[in-house]
């Protein structure tokens, strides 16, 4: 945070409310051989694009992959779970809204009023949680959700099979006789779509927080996949490659399953802890 020039003892009680989860709700990584502590990659800004360029251009020398894919040799990055970055530039972060509004909405028992520590599927609480600014019924907002949920989950089905199927050409090229050197760039691409993929992917909110943040990131792994495909066709003579044909029926009807189904109705008060 310091290197983004916030500093987090001079925040407010509000700013707090969601610096405290996003200690750990966010994007790190721990260095090879290094000192064991979590370092996170912020000093461009907290967004899929702004943490890659900083994975990219090579910011922290002592750290370039998490691991490498067996099937193309790339070597990759592996997304923690970006909730704090996702929030932070959405509509609700933008009004003031934090993780805690949502998630640990007040109650009232035996006349003292707490902060339900339920960390759970806000909807569960909605009449303590989102009911508390919102006007909408239940289930209208449900309805919301949900359509945010299912859009999310069909475009991250789509680019994680674009991604997984530029994995698998590089493989191809590479029996083909491509070299090391000639697949380099395709190799870099299919590290940058899976980096799109995984930011919405290990997110916990399947688009929720910040939907339209997560189809940026989405489109960006899309357009990356294809180039890593292209890329690597180009790296064999000819361009001629035996590969599988996209499969098509995946994408159809992708919906989004979690654990809220409409008709189920909220309990009105936290379990007891
Ligand atoms: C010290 C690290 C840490 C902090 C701070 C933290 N969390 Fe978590 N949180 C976790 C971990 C780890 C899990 C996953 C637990 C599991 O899978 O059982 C989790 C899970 C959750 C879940 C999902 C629970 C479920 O039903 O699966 C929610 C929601 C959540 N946290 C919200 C918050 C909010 C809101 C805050 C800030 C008020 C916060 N967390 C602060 C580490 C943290
Ligand atoms: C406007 C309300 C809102 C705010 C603000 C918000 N969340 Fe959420 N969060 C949700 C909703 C709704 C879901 C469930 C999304 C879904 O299923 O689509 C969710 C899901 C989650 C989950 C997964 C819960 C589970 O059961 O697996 C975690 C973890 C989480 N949020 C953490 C955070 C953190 C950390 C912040 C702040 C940086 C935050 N949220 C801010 C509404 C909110
Ligand atoms: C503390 C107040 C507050 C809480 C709690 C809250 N919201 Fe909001 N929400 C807002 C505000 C303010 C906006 C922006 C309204 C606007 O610009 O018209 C908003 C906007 C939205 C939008 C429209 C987003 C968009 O891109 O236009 C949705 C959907 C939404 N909220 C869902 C939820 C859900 C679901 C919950 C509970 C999990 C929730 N909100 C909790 C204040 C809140």
Redesign the pocket.
């Known amino acids: 945070m310091a290197e983004l020039g916030i500093d987090v003892n001079k925040a407010s009680h509000n700013e707090m409310r969601a610096y405290v989860c996003g200690q750990c709700h966010n994007e790190y990584y721990f260095k090879k051989k290094e000192d064991g502590r979590v370092h996170m990659p912020f000093a461009n800004g907290l967004g899929p694009e702004e943490e890659w360029k900083y994975y990219h251009d090579g910011h922290d020398p002592k750290f370039d992959a998490d691991w490498v894919h067996p099937d193309s040799g790339a070597a990759m990055l592996k997304v923690q779970h970006p909730d704090f970055e996702c929030w932070t530039d959405?509509?609700?972060a933008l009004?003031?809204?934090t993780c805690v509004?949502?998630h640990m909405?007040y109650m009232r028992k035996d006349g003292q009023k707490y902060t339900s520590h339920w960390m759970t599927h806000?909807?569960k609480h909605?009449d303590t949680?989102?009911a508390?600014?919102?006007d909408e019924s239940y289930e209208t907002?449900l309805h919301?959700?949900q359509t945010?949920n299912d859009n999310t989950f069909k475009i991250l089905r789509i680019a994680g099979q674009t991604t997984a199927r530029a994995h698998k050409v590089i493989r191809a090229a590479h029996f083909a006789g491509a070299t090391d050197e000639q697949l380099a760039e395709a190799r870099q691409l299919v590290r940058e779509a899976q980096w799109y993929w995984d930011w919405v992917s290990a997110e916990s909110s399947m688009g929720?927080h910040n939907?339209?943040k997560m189809m940026k990131s989405l489109g960006l792994s899309i357009d990356a996949a294809h180039r890593a495909i292209e890329s690597a066709t180009a790296a064999v003579k000819g361009g001629q490659l035996a590969i599988e044909p996209m499969p098509t029926e995946p994408f159809t009807d992708t919906k989004f399953d979690d654990a809220i189904k409409p008709g189920m109705t909220p309990p009105a008060q936290a379990p007891a802890q």
């Open positions: 959405s509509v609700h009004n003031g809204v509004d949502c909405p806000p909807l909605y949680g989102c508390k600014c919102h907002m919301r959700v945010i929720f939907p339209d």
